[in-house]
């Protein structure tokens, strides 16, 4: 599978970059993310880890919470791309996936990439059926 003509060089680069800033000293799997908003604004996001493990936060996350605390609203977002050096293009993790169900629109697309270029892309929807959401906390 090649680079997809939807990934935009300059996505492609921001998420190199955000990946290059990971601060990974545990695991040394450095993941980067680029957030695209409607205005083609991007919001870099890396993989942070903590000793205590816990509080550590992945790279989506975190280009979602940039995104949030720079003015962004909810569904307002056109794309996401994820890389990592990995054989594989690799997933968001299900704690990813649940923040991405919350904030982005279900059919947003999601590119996961990996170094050599192998592209996968899904939607938000396609990568967490059947979600927990606002829906459940309402008694009505």
Same mark, same amino acid.
């Given at each position: 599978m090649g680079m997809s003509s939807e990934v935009l060089p300059q996505w492609l680069q921001a998420a190199r970059i955000a990946r290059d800033n990971a601060y990974a000293p545990y695991s040394?799997?450095?993941? $980067?993310?680029? !957030?695209?908003?409607?205005? $083609? @604004? !991007?919001?870099? @996001?890396?993989?942070? &880890?903590?000793?205590?493990? $816990?509080?550590?936060?992945?790279? &989506?996350?975190?280009? #979602?919470?940039?995104? %949030?605390?720079?003015g962004h609203k909810t569904n307002g977002f056109?794309? %996401?791309? /994820? /890389?990592?050096d990995t054989d594989e293009p690799v997933p968001p993790c299900g704690t990813c996936?649940?923040?991405m169900y919350e904030l982005c629109a279900p059919n947003m697309p999601v590119y996961m990439i990996n170094l050599a270029g192998a592209v996968n892309k899904t939607t938000?929807? &396609?990568? #967490?059926? $059947?979600?927990f959401s606002a829906k459940q906390l309402s008694k009505d």
């Amino acid at each position: 599978m090649g680079m997809s003509s939807e990934v935009l060089p300059q996505w492609l680069q921001a998420a190199r970059i955000a990946r290059d800033n990971a601060y990974a000293p545990y695991s040394n799997f450095k993941v $980067g993310a680029v !957030l695209i908003d409607q205005k $083609g @604004g !991007l919001h870099l @996001g890396c993989n942070v &880890e903590n000793a205590a493990y $816990g509080p550590t936060n992945c790279a &989506e996350r975190t280009a #979602l919470f940039r995104a %949030m605390a720079d003015g962004h609203k909810t569904n307002g977002f056109r794309a %996401m791309v /994820i /890389i990592a050096d990995t054989d594989e293009p690799v997933p968001p993790c299900g704690t990813c996936r649940q923040v991405m169900y919350e904030l982005c629109a279900p059919n947003m697309p999601v590119y996961m990439i990996n170094l050599a270029g192998a592209v996968n892309k899904t939607t938000v929807k &396609e990568l #967490l059926p $059947g979600a927990f959401s606002a829906k459940q906390l309402s008694k009505d």
